[in-house]
């Protein structure tokens, strides 16, 4: 590949070669885990959709994060997958913005989802009486939108911005692109670049974790002074939200962290800190929102055993 150092157009993902004694290896545990995150997400995005009881804000929640889990491993996976396989690691610098476009609009979708969850349980058990008027599906239709069409907007004005950056290296220090590490190869200024990023990052990131705890110190407060019945069915509504929050946050900060330190660790360490938030996250939420609300499961549970009927029949 010809490379002009005054203009790059082409990068090399580096973070493959450390990862080349084992790279089968790699591709099918890589190969597993999406698929198990293709099919636990289809799975509960169908019982959602084919039972017409689910169809309720909390439902329509879940499935919007489910599909945004499905968005966001679809960015990184299948270019994964076939990096693995090939002898080099190349992509267009155009590609490599638009990987991170959507990998940084997917977690920032993820938060703001997120914090509509929150909002709907903190007015469903906070507020029960005003749910119905405060939460109609033309809201949830509004806050739908506003989860994934304001971050596009914001992602996408940093990946223009990336894009202007005048590059003179093309060894990306990754398996993946994003938008700080394509930044780092620039032989110009990035402090507009970085001001941004930063600017995005307290944005995506701040408000919907402050509204999340400060609606859970609400729900927590009318739990405690309700009843026993009532709370159990408070947490088991809130629980699952609460435990995909915290994932989702740990493993974001995990990806911030590995952003300043990646010189300093094992490469394989690297890696799978760079996709902890790409992984655990799109696995966990169809397995815990299938298991822990009651709704969820009574439905897989009489989908599979229909299946199983009609089999022995």
């Not at 405060?134 to 949830?140: D, E, G, N």
């Not at 394509?182 to 944005?203: D, E, N, P, V």
């Not at 996709?275 to 009651?294: A, D, F, R, S, T």
């Amino acid at each position: 590949m010809d490379y002009d150092l005054t203009n790059v157009t082409y990068l090399s993902l580096e973070g493959h070669v450390e990862l080349e004694r084992y790279r089968y290896v790699y591709f099918f545990l890589c190969l597993v885990v999406y698929l198990l995150i293709i099919c636990c997400n289809l799975v509960v995005l169908s019982v959602i959709h084919m039972n017409k009881s689910l169809h309720e804000p909390m439902y329509i929640f879940i499935a919007a994060l489910l599909c945004n889990s499905l968005f966001g491993t679809a960015a990184l996976y299948p270019k994964l997958l076939v990096d693995f396989l090939s002898e080099s690691q190349i992509v267009s610098r155009e590609a490599c913005i638009f990987q991170a476009f959507l990998i940084y609009t997917y977690a920032a979708a993820e938060f703001t989802l997120l914090s509509a969850m929150a909002y709907d349980r903190y007015v469903s058990i906070c507020k029960p009486l005003q749910y119905v008027t405060l939460v109609k599906m033309s809201t949830v239709r509004k806050l739908l939108f506003i989860c994934w069409f304001v971050p596009s907007c914001e992602i996408g004005v940093g990946g223009i911005l990336t894009y202007q950056l005048n590059l003179c290296k093309f060894k990306l220090n990754r398996i993946y692109c994003n938008n700080s590490a394509i930044a780092k190869l620039s032989c110009g200024g990035t402090s507009a670049k970085t001001t941004y990023g930063m600017i995005i990052f307290s944005i995506a990131v701040f408000p919907p974790v402050i509204f999340v705890i400060y609606s859970y110190i609400g729900i927590l407060i009318v739990c405690l002074k309700s009843s026993k019945e009532s709370r159990r069915k408070a947490l088991q509504t809130c629980f699952p939200h609460l435990i995909i929050f915290t994932s989702f946050t740990c493993t974001s900060c995990f990806e911030v962290i590995y952003g300043r330190l990646d010189t300093n660790i094992p490469q394989l360490a690297a890696m799978v800190l760079s996709v902890e938030n790409l992984v655990i996250p799109p696995l966990l939420n169809p397995i815990v929102y299938g298991l822990k609300l009651q709704g969820i499961l009574n439905c897989i549970k009489k989908m599979f055993l229909k299946n199983k009927t009609h089999i022995v029949f």
